[in-house]
């Protein structure tokens, strides 16, 4: 009981941040600047709609899913065959690769970010969200690859040789046995990869000018002459809450078995 | 597991070698490039060889920041980890109680890193946020622009509130993948509750927590845009970190080929550390498999 109510207490805390930006989020600006308020008196959701009928703001949330999801697409495609090459054989170089993978996570994207903006200049992809995609798969692809191959090696060999001698061959064993073996760690990967692309903020400004324009780029509009405009503020950063906790909802079955990342 | 010796392997590699490539070495083969020459123009450039690298070496402010760098990932890693574990042993581990525990501490997870820094910076606030105006109003002179203490206290408390639920979720997968029968041995041994931590619960997360650890050192040293958005790495640079200050070398003034020397440094010195990290798991992982 003792532990139940510590835990509470720490989720107060931990949602009081979050609950500052909602209250501010659905006051007028006249409000939140006048005086200090625990919860708007005079509720108003002009904030939200402000954001939903002008394109120029929510097509900054359709661009921002628009390369998360090509990023999770590409990297997933090359994370799989790879990290079961890793999981299953030996091969020359294997462990010098592994970690050379593993060094683009530690990339600080500040050191990449002007070399990407030439890189993608030269091949005509700025401002595209494949640019972003491919920008983010720097950090990505390493991760996935670390956590597949951690659930990969999880799965007994038995398991593919039965198939081979069942006269599987290797594509639809992979697609039909294999894959759904790892769901977990595919479902913990996939919210892995929506987290570091979703919220890295350098790389995806520095790529984009306005036709892929992220959320968090444009949500630097807010500060013009007349000083900050809070409540679209606010609304805004709420906003780009929402798609992360529908992620966490379609993963929370995974995650107890899967976040140990196969290596309990 | 054994493992089969098989070059044709690499034909499971070749993607992600060749997405790697292309987002990885060209994008450094540039920074590289730029590290050892003065650019003037489209075809003026001069060799300089080592010169930038010996410069940006011997720069105080780099050396400053530096050591903030380290000031800090430290401090946040002595701080989340210990705090991650206690949240995941406190967690309800069944029913609807489980899931709903589970979605609310991943939450501050995957608010975008400017967001945050939002967050936090109206937070501070002492006329429109709960934190600044609670601290005044409890007398303290509390102000993150002028204060450099104010300052990394707010960054660090916004760290911690921001990674914690990382090692807080890979401890408790840790911790449900533990047998029950290990804790009945535990209760008719009449083990004490430190004694399950430290013997039972303990063992079992060090892999998840090595895994914790690389991920939020990694991260941390690379800290920008909370920051950035919370202070502007101020007062003064009392909050710019690495990324900060090479950021506003790149791009405030133009320096490349010394902004390109800091970066290669800065690549390097997160290489060496992380190495270290990651030998250290595989000496880990080999001992234990050479004791089952």
Same mark, same amino acid.
């Given at each position: ?264 | ?139 303290? =002179?509390?102000?993150?622009? !002028? ?5 990394? $206290?707010? *960054? @660090? %408390?916004?760290?911690? +509130? ?92 133009? =320096?490349?080929?010394?902004? !390109? ?5 800065? $690549?390097? *010195? @997160? %290489?060496?550390?992380? +190495? ?17």
């Amino acid at each position: 009981m003792k532990s139940r109510i510590a835990f509470i207490v720490y989720l107060v805390i931990m949602i009081l941040p979050i609950y500052w930006l909602i209250n501010m989020s659905l006051q007028t600006n006249s409000e939140i600047l006048g005086e200090l308020s625990f919860w708007p008196k005079n509720l108003t959701f002009d904030n939200y709609l402000n954001i939903l009928t002008d394109d120029s703001w929510y097509m900054g949330y359709v661009n921002s899913m628009t390369y998360v999801f090509m990023n999770m697409a590409i990297s997933l495609t090359v994370a799989l065959p790879a990290a079961y090459a890793f999981s299953r054989y030996k091969f020359v170089g294997d462990k010098h690769l592994f970690f050379w993978l593993l060094t683009n996570k530690m990339a600080p994207p500040a050191v990449f970010a002007l070399p990407f903006f030439q890189l993608y200049s030269s091949v005509g992809l700025f401002d595209t969200h494949i640019a972003v995609a491919l920008a983010h798969t720097l950090f990505n692809v390493a991760l996935a690859v670390w956590i597949l191959e951690g659930f990969m090696s999880g799965v007994p060999k038995e398991i593919d040789e039965t198939a081979y001698i069942d006269g599987y061959s290797f594509p639809k064993f992979f697609v039909k046995i294999y894959i759904p073996l790892i769901r977990s760690g595919i479902g913990v990967t996939a919210f892995f990869l929506f987290m570091f692309s979703w919220i890295e903020l350098l790389l995806a400004r520095t790529l984009t000018s306005t036709g892929a324009q992220p959320i968090q780029a444009i949500m630097t509009r807010t500060q013009g002459a007349s000083g900050i405009d809070w409540g679209t503020l606010a609304a805004a950063g709420v906003l780009t809450i929402v798609p992360g906790i529908a992620v966490v909802y379609f993963v929370r079955n995974h995650i107890a078995k899967g976040f140990a990342l196969g290596r309990t | 597991m054994n493992k089969i010796e098989n070059n044709k392997a690499w034909f499971f590699v070749i993607p992600v070698f060749v997405v790697v490539a292309f987002s990885a070495v060209i994008p450094l083969m540039t920074v590289v490039n730029y590290s050892v020459q003065d650019i003037f123009g489209a075809n003026s450039a001069f060799w300089t060889g080592t010169e930038w690298y010996r410069e940006m070496l011997r720069n105080p402010d780099l050396q400053a920041a530096l050591l903030r760098q380290f000031a800090f990932s430290f401090a946040i890693l002595a701080i989340e980890v210990p705090l991650g574990i206690g949240i995941a042993l406190l967690m309800p581990k069944k029913g609807w109680a489980a899931s709903a525990a589970l979605v609310l501490v991943a939450m501050p997870l995957l608010i975008p890193l400017n967001v945050v820094g939002t967050i936090w910076q109206i937070l501070a606030r002492s006329d429109i946020g709960l934190l600044g105006w609670s601290l005044s109003s409890l007398g303290m =002179d509390y102000n993150i622009n !002028a204060n450099a203490a104010d300052a990394w $206290f707010t *960054i @660090i %408390l916004m760290d911690v +509130w921001h990674w914690t639920p990382l090692i807080a979720l890979l401890s408790y997968s840790g911790l449900r993948a533990i047998p029950d029968a290990y804790y009945q041995a535990a209760r008719i041994d009449r083990a004490s509750r430190w004694a399950v931590f430290r013997y039972i619960q303990l063992p079992k997360l060090t892999n998840v927590l090595v895994i914790g650890v690389l991920l939020r050192f990694m991260d941390s040293f690379m800290i920008y845009a909370e920051p950035f958005v919370l202070t502007g790495g101020g007062p003064g640079s009392s909050t710019t970190f690495l990324s900060q200050a090479l950021t506003t070398m790149a791009v405030g003034q133009f =320096d490349l080929g010394p902004a !390109a020397a800091f970066s290669i440094i800065y $690549f390097l *010195i @997160i %290489l060496a550390v992380s +190495w270290v990290f990651y030998t250290a798991i595989m000496t880990l992982q080999k001992d234990k498999s050479a004791q089952q």
